[in-house]
């Protein structure tokens, strides 16, 4: 794919309240993240450590709020919608207006990316490509959502959306999903072998699974570090979002 692939993006705010009703501001927040964490060219990039600087990934995808809705009339790419729901799970109901909220719009043309208050200190989910086209996209909780506004930190720098856009990408968590055994593959050759997942904001090098002497890529985006310490796809990583690209979300690239 020789070009830059731009992917139209529908964002339906599900608001309980005016304060997770988000302002245009925080939605543009959010979508420069992704313009910049999708192309390698987010500033902590820099913060990669020297050993793994040559293993960056740049994923060639921008994001762009929808112009035209699925019937062809102009729309700013936000929808908005009041509910009585006071919190969200990850059960989808979210996504269905039957359920006081908002439907998917067509998902072989657009990312939904749903906006709401999730329970429980769920951050985000998404769905993996292969899925029901109408609970097709992500879910974000309002307070993890751009880098204004409601986004409160340590996960105010945008970075759930990003982690969620992987998965959705078909990216799975680099610890491989076992738990915190050795055994469990993410299915990427360049992310080392490591055991679970990573929290917080942890120190290079930290070693797991016999990894050493550079460790756990705990920058990664398809761990679990606070926002500030996630920063970097590998190229591994990229060619697994391509193989995507070209298989089960192939109707973007039109
Ligand atoms: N699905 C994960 C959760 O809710 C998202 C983790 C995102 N991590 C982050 N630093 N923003 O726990
Ligand atoms: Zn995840
Ligand atoms: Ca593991």
Same mark, same amino acid.
């Given at each position: ?5 731009? =992917? ?17 501001? *925080? ?71 039957? *359920? ?10 657009? !990312?939904? =990316? ?8 769920? !951050?985000?989910?998404? *769905? ?28 105010? !720098? ?48 930290? =070693? ?10 705990? +920058? ?9 310490? +996630? ?20 109707? !973007?690239?039109?």
């Amino acid at each position: 794919r020789p070009d830059v692939l731009t =992917i139209d993006v529908v964002v339906h705010i599900v608001h309980a309240n005016d304060e997770q009703d988000l302002s245009e501001e *925080q939605i543009d927040s959010q979508i420069a993240v992704l313009n910049e964490d999708f192309r390698a060219a987010n500033p902590d990039i820099k913060n990669v450590p020297t050993v793994w600087q040559g293993l960056v990934g740049d994923a060639r995808i921008e994001f762009r709020r929808a112009s035209l809705d699925p019937d062809g009339n102009p729309t700013t790419g936000v929808t908005r919608r009041r509910t009585d729901v006071r919190a969200f799970s990850s059960n989808d109901a979210v996504k269905f207006a039957a *359920q006081g909220a908002a439907d998917a719009w067509p998902a072989d043309r657009y !990312l939904n =990316i749903w906006v709401c208050r999730l329970s429980g200190g769920l !951050l985000g989910y998404a *769905q993996f490509p292969g899925g029901p086209a109408d609970t097709d996209g992500v879910v974000i909780t309002y307070t993890g959502f751009g880098t204004t506004g409601t986004a409160s930190a340590p996960f105010d !720098l945008g970075r759930t959306t990003t982690h969620e856009i992987g998965h959705w990408l078909n990216l799975f968590h680099i610890g491989g999903d076992d738990g915190t055994g050795c055994s469990g593959s993410d299915f990427v050759s360049d992310t080392p072998n490591q055991a679970g997942q990573n929290f917080g904001t942890p120190t290079f090098p930290s =070693i797991t699974c016999n990894n050493g002497p550079n460790g756990d890529m705990w +920058m990664n985006f398809m761990d679990y570090t606070d926002d500030v310490a +996630m920063y970097m796809f590998t190229q591994g990583q990229v060619l697994r979002v391509e193989a995507c690209l070209a298989g089960p979300r192939q109707g !973007l690239l039109v």
